[in-house]
């Protein structure tokens, strides 16, 4: 295990934890290792892993229910390879997982793959793809901004 992939790991687990933990990075070492023990081929392991973000997201998902005022939702724009990645789809997953999250005070938002949706491992960034990505990242920050309600806190994530 490279000492890179642990540090990006536990810069993933510390940003995600962070409304259960209050950013100690002590809890976010326990709960790497805790999620790495319980994987295969866990040297090998960086926070874009599926395997790894599904396991941390799982975790977290079950912590969540057993906070009242905490919410939880994950959306994976990798899913439907064809549009998880257009602005319309993004915007439809998005506001699903808003609605899920309305009635909580503190809520976390979880995107993974979005750039990996924009653009596949055998395409190279083009600055049409590099725009089509950073409008789809403003357009979340702004839906999530103009559609959460007064007051709530809400950890918009991207991995």
């Known amino acids: 295990m490279t000492r890179s992939a642990q540090l990006r790991r536990l810069h993933f687990l510390n940003a995600l934890f962070a409304p259960l933990t209050g ?19 866990a040297e090998e392991l960086t926070p874009s892993s599926p395997e790894f973000v599904n396991a941390a997201a799982q975790l977290f998902d079950r912590l969540c229910r057993t906070q009242d005022s905490h919410g939880f939702f994950h959306w994976d724009a990798s899913a ?9 789809f993004a915007r439809a997953n998005l ?3 808003l609605k899920q999250l309305a009635t909580c005070q503190q809520a976390t938002v979880l995107v993974t793959n979005l750039r990996a949706a924009h653009c596949p491992k055998d395409a190279r960034w083009t600055s049409k793809r590099r725009r089509a990505y950073d409008d789809t990242l403003d357009l979340l920050r702004n ?17």
């Open 23 to 41: 950013h100690d990075l002590y809890l976010a070492q326990q709960l790497d290792a805790a999620i790495v023990s319980s994987l295969d081929a």
């Open 80 to 88: 439907d390879a064809a549009t998880g990645g257009t602005p319309l």
């Open 95 to 97: 506001m699903q997982g």
């Open 143 to 159: 839906l999530t901004a103009a559609r959460t309600r007064r007051g709530a806190n809400v950890n918009l994530l991207f991995l």
